[in-house]
């Protein structure tokens, strides 16, 4: 929905709760804010339970106490942790003292787990059914708690102990006998459900694969801890997407949508990764330096270093990006690599080939057509430029597949193997390629 700006506020109140979000997003932290205050209390709540804020701590921060705490108080335990992860670290201490004890005990609870896992986005808002009950005391209750809950994806039957017996679908406990005890419903039924420490990322390939509404969070005693919802792991994936993408663009991921970030908070980000990136772009200058005599002998050979060096790393990100998305979803493990070696060096060499035949091929046709002349051995040299070809194509498959196994073994993020790095990395070893393969073919010609 497009929303046209006018000199006046937008009436947040008629709009739906999302679209308020965009709008509340296009005005400042304390516009925003100041608006939301003077909001229908329902209203605000609802629109503040929406995820999407792209500064919604700076607008709680610029709303008194008095109105934000009420609503903070009232949106989802989730939604709640989450903006209070991004305060200010005394502005959330006072605002922590001044939650009602309940509200401020799910809070702790929460913000004791990391963000990026279950427990980190699993909401404490969720029916709970007692296993003597009927399908019809089931349906009953559930009329009476459902809007005090964020929502009602499924039942989740616990003994007194806070155990969890089994998960069945509202569809489930619908369209059964009212008078059947709720027990009854999916007996025998494996229940699926995640620690609290689990990675954002494997509940979501659970919900996916076993096409669940939500996920009961489980401690080591079986006792439930809270759910993961649907909407919960779509907005896990968005976010860990995104910092996937900034990670292999060579940068760090940013904490805040781009046009909220800050010059300076940018720029750090940033320059970090590109000062790495420089320095380690030196020992290609150093390789060449290495090389300088062959260089002086046959000047022709540097009208293809661009080419070489950039079909080196083209084929080393490729390899890099598919190797980090397939260990993301799990398609492969750690102990995968040697697999995956095996599978990427007969590819590489293919690649290679297929690339070292249209090097050859421009070369020829250059030669023969009299665009340019490439000396009496010019069909000496087409052979280094193909020779060379597949030999770094063929490298940077392999240096690119194994790279994310490395740096998993290492315990970093695989997504760190940026496509800018693994170019640089391939570039250096890509020269030596090439220069080695020149001094065999050419030795007793141009060199």
């Known amino acids: 929905m497009t929303l046209v700006q006018t000199s006046e506020a937008p009436d947040l109140a008629a709009l739906h709760p999302a679209d308020a979000v965009e709008a509340l997003n296009e005005m400042g932290p304390e516009?925003?804010?100041?608006?939301?205050?003077?909001?229908?209390?329902?209203?605000?709540?609802?629109?503040?339970?929406?995820?999407?804020?792209?500064?919604?701590?700076?607008?709680?921060?610029?709303?008194?106490?008095?109105?934000?705490?009420?609503?903070?108080?009232?949106?989802?335990?989730?939604?709640?942790?989450?903006?209070?992860?991004?305060?200010?670290?005394?502005?959330?201490?006072?605002?922590?003292?001044?939650?009602?004890?309940?509200?401020?005990?799910?809070?702790?609870?929460?913000?004791?787990?990391?963000?990026?896992?279950?427990?980190?986005?699993?909401?404490?808002?969720?029916?709970?059914?007692?296993?003597?009950?009927?399908?019809?005391?089931?349906?009953?209750?559930?009329?009476?708690?459902?809007?005090?809950?964020?929502?009602?994806?499924?039942v989740y039957i616990l003994d007194p102990q806070g155990i969890l017996i089994r998960a069945i679908s509202l569809r489930e406990l619908v369209c059964a006998d009212p008078q059947a005890p709720i027990l009854a419903i999916g007996a025998g039924r494996r229940t699926f459900s995640v620690t609290p420490d689990e990675p954002r990322e494997k509940v979501a390939r659970l919900i996916s694969k076993y096409d669940?509404?939500?996920?009961?969070?489980?401690?080591?005693?079986?006792?439930?801890?809270?759910?993961?919802?649907?909407?919960?792991?779509?907005?896990?994936?968005?976010?860990?997407?995104?910092?996937?993408?900034?990670?292999?663009?060579?940068?760090?991921?940013?904490?805040?949508?781009?046009?909220?970030?800050?010059?300076?908070?940018?720029?750090?980000?940033?320059?970090?990764?590109?000062?790495?990136?420089?320095?380690?772009?030196?020992?290609?200058?150093?390789?060449?330096?290495?090389?300088?005599?062959?260089?002086?002998?046959?000047?022709?050979?540097?009208?293809?270093?661009?080419?070489?060096?950039?079909?080196?790393?083209?084929?080393?990100?490729?390899?890099?990006?598919?190797?980090?998305?397939?260990?993301?979803?799990e398609e492969i493990r750690l102990r995968d690599w040697w697999r995956v070696a095996l599978r990427e060096l007969p590819s590489g060499v293919v690649l290679g080939a297929i690339l070292g035949v249209l090097g050859f091929t421009r070369i020829v046709l250059w030669q023969k057509l009299g665009i340019y002349d490439y000396g009496e051995h010019w069909l000496l040299v087409a052979l280094t430029v193909a020779s060379a070809l597949v030999g770094i194509v063929t490298f940077g498959s392999l240096a690119g597949s194994m790279l994310p196994f490395i740096l998993q073994r290492l315990k970093f993020d695989p997504a760190s193997a940026s496509a800018p790095f693994v170019a640089t990395l391939v570039d250096v070893t890509g020269l030596v390629i090439y220069f080695s393969i020149a001094l065999v073919i050419l030795q007793g010609t141009l060199l």
């Open 212 to 329: 669940l509404s939500a996920a009961p969070v489980l401690d080591q005693s079986g006792k439930i801890l809270g759910i993961v919802t649907v909407d919960d792991v779509i907005d896990a994936i968005i976010d860990t997407d995104t910092e996937d993408a900034q990670k292999q663009g060579g940068m760090q991921a940013l904490d805040a949508p781009y046009m909220v970030t800050s010059f300076f908070a940018m720029i750090k980000k940033r320059a970090g990764w590109l000062a790495v990136l420089f320095l380690s772009e030196m020992l290609t200058a150093s390789a060449m330096q290495h090389f300088e005599s062959e260089l002086e002998k046959a000047v022709v050979l540097t009208l293809f270093i661009p080419l070489i060096m950039s079909s080196g790393g083209n084929s080393g990100s490729q390899a890099t990006s598919l190797i980090i998305r397939a260990l993301a979803l």
């Open 31 to 154: 516009e925003a804010g100041a608006l939301l205050s003077g909001m229908d209390f329902r209203a605000a709540v609802n629109i503040l339970d929406q995820a999407g804020f792209e500064h919604g701590a700076a607008m709680v921060e610029a709303m008194h106490p008095e109105k934000s705490v009420p609503l903070l108080a009232e949106i989802a335990a989730d939604r709640r942790a989450a903006i209070f992860r991004k305060l200010d670290r005394d502005e959330a201490s006072t605002l922590l003292t001044l939650l009602p004890p309940d509200a401020r005990g799910e809070l702790e609870e929460l913000l004791s787990y990391a963000p990026d896992t279950a427990g980190g986005i699993m909401t404490t808002e969720f029916f709970r059914a007692r296993p003597e009950w009927t399908v019809a005391q089931s349906l009953d209750a559930i009329g009476k708690t459902a809007s005090a809950l964020e929502t009602v994806y499924a």
